[in-house]
């Protein structure tokens, strides 16, 4: 499911889940088996893979930056969690926006 609106938590109510977010067109896909999966979706819908990143969304709304998505040397992040600060608070903010 792609997020391109505001929703209430409640709509959210959900468990742990996977989710992919646009950094460019500020959206989210949400509830995919794998991040690739949501990835692929976002792409469908005229996203561009470098614009693409992993994390992950707890009951609480706690977020965390781990997929295997986010291993891209070439954007300097070569592990599974996001380690530059700014995309990390650019995803927040972005999530924050629909909730």
Same mark, same amino acid.
């Given at each position: 499911?792609?997020? /391109?609106?505001?929703?209430?938590?409640?709509?959210? *109510?959900?468990?742990?889940? $996977?989710?992919?977010?646009?950094?460019? /067109?500020?959206?989210?896909?949400? #509830?995919?088996? !794998?991040?690739?999966?949501?990835?692929?979706? !976002?792409?469908?819908?005229?996203? *561009?893979?470098? #614009?693409?990143?992993?994390?992950?969304?707890?009951?609480?709304?706690?977020?965390?930056?781990?997929? !295997?998505?986010?291993?891209?040397?070439?954007?300097?992040?070569?592990?599974?969690?996001?380690?530059? *600060?700014?995309?990390?608070? $650019?995803?927040? /903010?972005?999530? *924050? /926006?629909?909730?």
């Amino acid at each position: 499911m792609i997020l /391109k609106e505001k929703v209430k938590k409640e709509e959210l *109510q959900i468990p742990f889940t $996977k989710a992919v977010v646009d950094v460019e /067109k500020e959206i989210i896909a949400i #509830n995919c088996e !794998l991040h690739i999966d949501c990835a692929e979706e !976002l792409m469908e819908n005229g996203s *561009q893979a470098r #614009n693409l990143w992993g994390f992950n969304i707890y009951p609480d709304f706690h977020l965390d930056f781990v997929s !295997l998505i986010n291993i891209r040397p070439v954007d300097d992040n070569r592990s599974m969690e996001i380690k530059k *600060q700014e995309i990390r608070d $650019k995803i927040e /903010k972005i999530f *924050q /926006k629909f909730i």
